[in-house]
């Protein structure tokens, strides 16, 4: 079955950074698109970045383009969130989602930023 387990959540000051992970099983991850979402208290989820299946392009939210880049290496079935300059407002539970008959989801990471 499909799995998606993300790591490498925590707590950082603002202006700290942070790398996320998220491991992937069960489906051919090099054929997929992956995207990282974020949902802040009291907030909709968010769509923050995305990448394509080989890896060769990117797409990010507003709010986090210049900070955050998203990557994936499918030797290893992982993509991965490197998120820089954080600021306060940055601090939500992380998510990475593939879609193909459904979409899936992992089970989150939290990331707080705070002084």
């Known amino acids: 079955q499909v799995q998606l387990v993300e790591s490498g959540g925590g707590s950082v000051q603002p202006g700290g950074s942070l790398r996320l992970s998220c491991a992937a099983s069960?489906?051919?991850?090099?054929?997929?698109?992956m995207s990282w979402y974020r949902r802040a208290p009291g907030k909709e989820r968010e769509l923050v970045a995305s990448?394509?299946?080989?890896?060769?392009?990117?797409t990010y939210a507003g709010s986090v383009k210049g900070r955050f880049t998203a990557s994936r290496d499918n030797a290893k079935n992982t993509m991965y969130l490197q998120m820089n300059s954080l600021k306060p407002e940055d601090t939500a539970v992380y998510y990475c989602?593939?879609?193909?008959?459904?979409?899936?989801w992992g089970q989150g990471t939290q990331v707080t930023v705070s002084s």
């Open positions: 989602n593939v879609w193909f008959d459904r979409n899936y």
């Open positions: 069960g489906f051919t991850f090099s054929m997929y698109g």
């Open positions: 990448v394509s299946s080989a890896g060769s392009s990117t």
